[in-house]
């Protein structure tokens, strides 16, 4: 693996240690409009960001 990808998994693995560390302290959303607003952004977001990505790539 190079060592991009491999501070790429560890940078991953402490995110999510940290939102499971906080979960309880992190406000959450009853909403089901608006989960399902953020998850839609969401997918957008990573949409055009995978995008970016692919056209810089090549």
Do not use: C, H, W
Not at 27 to 55: C, R
């Amino acid at each position: 693996m190079k060592k991009v990808s491999i501070m790429g998994v560890i940078f991953v693995v402490v995110i999510l240690v940290l939102l499971k560390v906080f979960e309880d302290s992190i406000p959450k959303i009853s909403d089901l409009l608006t989960n399902i607003l953020i998850l839609v952004l969401f997918g957008i977001v990573a949409v055009v960001y995978g995008v970016s990505q692919m056209s810089k790539r090549s």
